[in-house]
């Protein structure tokens, strides 16, 4: 995959949308009845990284405050939903350390990963950082979970919604009408290249979490150095 052609091209057609209010509001993100949870597998930015993230999501708050922004505490990378969040999970009901002896088997010895995040991307509800890895050891990691889970009988959900194969982070979930739509467009677009720099991926998380990695809700299992 082309990963600048996949994130120009779904920034283009979901601004397009988003101009034009076919956008999508998450009627969720604010309900006390939403109980979906699973566990994943994710990546956390920097905080020097976390920090200019900061900088474009204070610019928006100014023009839009009402809409969903994620906090340095949630910001994260998934490498993958090993089990998708879904009302009814109950992490009790799982062996938690065949879960974690299964990815180690997927891990590199030396992976030396880093992680550009390089302007922005889009859906029709939300925005999310552009990110660029510098080889393919992210992908193979999840290639080598994808033939390791499927030769388990674990629970598993992998690649149930989409097969994830890039580096993307969501920033910004829409969960209002925009109010002021067109500046809020301008300032997305002033970002569209913006460098928020880059980072070495040290460790990877294995996380029991809700739909949102809401940090008040997200419990650390289990944390891979690499």
């Known amino acids: 995959m082309n990963l600048k052609e996949h994130y120009t091209k779904l920034y283009k057609e979901s601004i397009n949308k988003i101009s034009t209010g076919?956008?999508?509001?998450?009627?969720?993100?604010?309900?006390?009845?939403?109980?979906?949870?699973?566990?994943?597998l994710l990546?956390?930015?920097?905080?020097?990284m976390k920090d200019e993230i900061q900088k474009l999501l204070d610019e928006l708050k100014k023009i839009e405050?009402?809409?969903y922004y994620y906090p340095n505490s949630d910001i994260h990378i998934t490498i993958m939903s090993l089990i998708t969040c879904y009302e009814g999970f109950d992490i009790e009901?799982?062996?938690?350390?065949?879960?974690?002896?299964?990815?180690?088997?997927?891990?590199?010895?030396?992976?030396?990963?880093?992680?550009?995040?390089?302007?922005l991307t889009a859906s029709n509800s939300c925005i999310m950082l552009q990110g660029f890895m510098n080889n393919d050891k992210i992908n193979?990691?999840?290639?080598?979970?994808?033939?390791e889970f499927k030769n388990s009988e674990l629970e598993q959900s992998l690649d149930k919604r989409y097969s994830i194969q890039t580096a993307h982070s969501t920033i910004v979930r829409l969960r209002k009408?925009?109010?002021?739509k067109e500046k809020f467009m301008k300032v997305i677009d002033n970002y569209v290249d913006y460098n928020f720099g880059t980072f070495d991926i040290e460790?990877?998380?294995?996380?029991y979490n809700d739909w949102y990695q809401r940090d008040e809700l997200v419990e650390k299992l289990y944390e891979f150095k690499i």
């Open 43 to 48: 990546i956390r930015p920097s905080n020097e």
């Open 203 to 207: 460790k990877i998380e294995l996380v």
């Open 140 to 147: 193979e990691i999840r290639d080598k979970l994808r033939v």
């Open 93 to 119: 009901k799982i062996d938690l350390t065949k879960y974690i002896e299964l990815i180690k088997k997927c891990l590199p010895l030396d992976a030396k990963i880093k992680i550009e995040f390089k302007g």
């Open 22 to 40: 076919k956008y999508q509001i998450d009627n969720l993100i604010d309900s006390n009845s939403d109980k979906r949870f699973g566990i994943t």
């Open 177 to 180: 009408k925009l109010n002021q």
């Open 65 to 67: 405050p009402n809409q």
